[in-house]
């Protein structure tokens, strides 16, 4: 009975204007709430009923939408963050915006524009992810990642801004036109692709070097802020739900104020910038007129899930309980949870649902398996299996456990500093963590290079060295209950 339109705004920029009058026809089909998606977009859910009323007001504004369709999803930018989050760059708001305003056409695969220096806005999520150059002003690098596949290819080369539009338009012509070869194909290769690319009528030149991912950290992205000689206003909704009357008068507050624009973010949340000393009671005076909560916890605000997903929001709220009641330290990670096959979220441990029973549509006895990003780096696109079929009442512990192997890692790095693998040749680099071991009851992994810090064995420690009296982590099983298993095994497809 519900159908959910989506509204784009590229880059998560929005006029305040404009959202009014989006604001004022959900009002109209009687909407009381809307969401924010993970690809800064906005979500409407409404009755079939009236739906009708809804879409009528929308074509008389001109203003484009979907229903129930995601044929051409938002162009996402690190924006949100200019300025509050990142600093001492060259990409300013001038650029973002003209970026933007090239991209005159609506994209039919996933487009990232993103600084290299953040971790707020996700950079691989996309098809094609422009990532700006820390080196070279004005030029940009370009990783693909394949539709439908985890396939990734870096460019050899550097793009100049005002170009980035062309080249983006060509390549998903190239894409749309040779899908048996580009898309859902996990041997799509990217010397091909580019070469069908006609370079010579961009401005380009070679990278000197790949492009370097940014650790993960996660700003506090809520509250009223201090930043420079302005403020800056993040807003969460445990629900996710932004009531329609609270979003009116904030567009009014915009308007009267002379904010010209406000924000939506990948965490599904707003920020608003450029507020002044003057008006800071206005805005503090909104929120205590709703009643808006600020400073959650940040085992909460680090948190993605799919969007319009109860169950995962449900499930979200259960481990932040039971990380706040063992008081767990979460900081650097970013926790993703998955209930759907083909969803994209980011994450450095992932939460995935499964079936063990899934046959012709009968899918019985809920499990979750657990995840982890290479390097628990939520921009990298491998992954290597924590634990298998988990039942719910089993997930916050094996979570929990999870996270101490981050931190370990984070240890370990951090002792070994750049020097890592300075004692390592090609040959063991490429053979590290190549095997894992394997429970046979319940499919909990040990693996070599990690170790387990809860058991005080150290990374490094091989299988063959543990003592005796090991034995399973989850389900106690004896060291010979073990069995080795290749990693490839276990990555992610």
């Known amino acids: 009975m ?20 989006i604001l004022v026809a959900a009002t109209k089909a009687r909407i009381q709430y809307v969401r924010f998606g993970l690809r800064q977009q906005l979500l409407i859910d409404t009755t079939t009923y009236n739906i009708a009323i809804f879409t009528g007001e929308m074509d008389k504004l001109g203003i484009d939408y979907e229903v129930d369709t995601n044929n051409f999803p938002n162009i996402i930018s690190s924006y949100p963050a200019e300025e509050i989050f990142i ?15 090239d991209i005159d056409f609506k994209p039919s695969v996933k487009v990232n524009i993103c600084d290299s220096d953040q971790s707020f806005t996700p950079m691989l999520t996309g098809n094609i992810n422009w990532i700006a150059s820390s080196q070279s002003e004005h030029y940009w690098h370009l990783i693909i990642r394949f539709p439908k596949t985890n396939v990734t290819y870096e460019w050899n080369q550097l793009c100049y801004t005002n170009h ?39 401005i380009l030149k070679p990278a000197e070097n790949t492009v370097s991912l940014s650790s993960f950290n996660l700003p506090y992205y809520e509250g009223l802020n201090r930043y420079n000689n302005k403020y800056w206003l993040g807003i969460y909704r445990r629900d996710e739900l932004f009531s329609i009357p609270f979003l009116k008068k904030l567009c009014q507050l915009c308007l009267d104020t002379k904010l010209g624009q406000l924000c939506c973010t990948s965490w599904k949340t707003i ?36 969007d319009n997903c109860n169950e995962g929001l449900a499930l979200k709220n259960f481990l932040v309980k039971h990380l706040s009641i063992d008081d767990t330290r979460t900081f650097g990670i970013c926790f993703g949870i998955k209930t759907r096959k083909k969803s994209e979220v980011f994450s450095s441990i992932l939460i995935q649902k499964r ?10 006895l809920p499990v979750y398996d657990i995840l982890c990003a290479k390097d628990f780096n939520p921009n990298e696109r491998t992954g290597e299996i924590f634990s298998r079929s988990n039942p719910s009442f089993l997930l916050p512990e094996q979570v929990r456990r999870s996270i101490f192997k981050f931190y370990k890692y984070r240890l370990n790095a951090i002792k070994t500093g750049n020097q890592k693998q300075s004692f390592q040749t090609e040959e063991t680099i490429k053979n590290d963590g190549e095997f894992l071991y394997q429970c046979n009851n319940c499919l909990t992994v040990y693996n070599e290079r990690i170790g387990e810090i809860e058991n005080n064995i150290n990374p490094g420690t091989a299988f ?21 298993i290749d990693q490839s095994a276990l990555q992610l497809l």
């Open 271 to 306: 920020i608003i910038k450029g507020i002044d000393e003057k008006d800071k009671n206005l805005w503090n005076g909104l929120l205590e007129e709703f009643e808006i909560n600020m400073r959650h916890a940040a085992n909460e605000l680090n948190f993605q899930v799919e």
């Open 164 to 202: 980035i539009a062309q080249v983006t338009k060509a390549l998903e012509g190239i894409i749309k036109n040779n899908q048996s070869q580009f898309v859902d194909n996990p041997q799509a290769n990217g010397e091909e692709l580019f070469a069908l690319l006609d370079q010579d009528n961009f």
């Open 464 to 484: 063959k060295d543990l003592p005796e009296g090991y034995c399973c982590v989850l389900c106690e099983g004896e060291k010979d209950n073990f069995t080795k």
């Open 355 to 364: 079936h063990l029973i899934n046959l012709l549509g009968i899918k019985l």
């Open 2 to 21: 519900y159908q959910t339109i989506i509204i784009n705004f590229p880059g998560g920029i929005i006029s305040p204007g404009n959202l009014y009058n």
């Open 87 to 101: 600093r001492k760059t060259w990409l300013t708001e001038g650029v973002y915006k003209d970026v933007l305003d």
